[in-house]
């Protein structure tokens, strides 16, 4: 598991490096805070603005997931956890 500050991040580059760390270091759940762009992550916006976001490797499951209204919090199950 993983949690980053993504402050944002638009950059291709940027973007690129997030996901090599992310393979190389074979995380499972990355918890993303400060996503402005989550079409770039593949996320579904809940809100305009800075969101939190949940990101899981193919084959993991999230369930029982709550979020804030204002996109900024966001809990979830994560295998039974």
Do not use: C
């Not at 944002?8 to 805070?33: M, N, V, Y």
């Not at 593949?42 to 369930?63: F, P, Y």
């Amino acid at each position: 598991m993983a949690t980053f500050n993504t402050n944002g991040i638009a950059s291709r580059t940027l973007l690129g490096t997030l996901e090599e760390f992310l393979w190389k270091q074979d995380i499972d759940l990355a918890l993303l805070q400060v996503v402005t762009n989550p079409h770039i992550f593949r996320i579904h916006k809940l809100t305009d603005g800075r969101v939190t976001a949940i990101l899981t490797k193919e084959g993991q499951t999230i369930s029982e997931i709550k979020r804030l209204r204002s996109g900024r919090g966001i809990a979830a199950m994560f295998n039974r956890t």
